[in-house]
């Protein structure tokens, strides 16, 4: 199965690297264009055919999915105009944007990655799902050792808290999931990996193998937070 993605894309990013402005954008934008965004576009309709058969609840649309090139540079140090990455998000259905665990995938001058999870949850969706880690052990853990899910991106990632959290026994049976802040699996490729045969069958079955984490991180922040007794630490 060919990749959309050929060396002109990374050809393409590499310059645009190095020439991050608005003007050399406009001269060079067909080749955007041709290059990056149409290859992308592919690649989100052929996952939108493909998740229905098991993410269906994820939404893929290259209006919706499809990063836009141009950066908000409005509240960053960073002024630099146009992002030299390519990516394409696939959310959950029925969380306000930003919010719920989903895939993600870039192509960039340098790497080409692909995953998901929860990546900035707020307080609220923290407090319900360590509520559901620690009700249901050993179900996350099984989760995150399951063959697929290790054969793709290896283990659980994310920032953790240094100590289990307020609340919680030291020696809880699930400790070390509990003290996570972030919930991720992903798996990181150099970026020619991106226009090899085996890019889309890896990024199908990466995408596959993180629904199950998925499903149980959106479900727990789905249910009815717990009120807290004390104010936890994130």
């Known amino acids: ?12 990013l590499r310059a645009l690297k190095r020439n991050n402005d608005r003007d050399w954008f406009r001269e060079h934008k067909d080749e955007y264009e041709r290059h990056v965004r149409v290859p992308m576009v592919q690649a989100i309709e052929r996952l939108a055919v493909d998740m229905k058969k098991f993410a269906p609840e994820l939404t893929a649309d290259p209006k919706k999915s499809l990063y ?24 959950p259905r029925g969380f306000p944007k930003h919010e719920g665990a989903g895939l993600y995938f870039e192509v960039a001058p ?4 692909i995953g998901g999870g929860l990546y900035m949850p707020p307080s609220s969706t923290l407090h319900a799902i360590r509520a559901r880690i620690a009700s249901s052990h050993p179900r ?3 989760i995150v050792t399951a063959p697929a899910f290790k054969k ?5 990632n994310g920032d ?5 959290p307020l609340g919680y026994a030291k020696d809880h049976p699930a400790a070390h999931y509990l003290r996570f802040k972030q919930y991720l699996g992903f798996k990181e490729f150099p970026a020619d990996f991106a226009t090899k ?3 889309y069958p890896t990024l199908l079955a990466t995408f596959r193998a993180m629904v199950p984490l998925l499903r149980f991180v959106n479900d727990a922040a789905r249910a009815e937070p717990p009120t807290p007794l004390w104010k936890e630490m994130r």
């Not at 199965?1 to 393409?12: D, I, N, R, V, W």
Request: proline share 7%.
């Open 68 to 91: 836009r090139v141009y950066r908000d540079t409005r509240f960053s140090e960073d002024k630099t105009p146009l992002k030299t990455n390519a990516a394409a998000v696939f959310p």
């Open 110 to 113: 340098g790497w080409t990655w």
């Open 152 to 156: 793709a991106v290896g283990e659980l």
């Open 160 to 164: 953790q808290l240094s100590r289990v």
């Open 1 to 12: 199965m060919s990749s959309p993605f050929t060396p002109k894309t990374l050809a393409f």
């Open 197 to 199: 045969a085996e890019f």
């Open 140 to 142: 996350l853990h099984r």
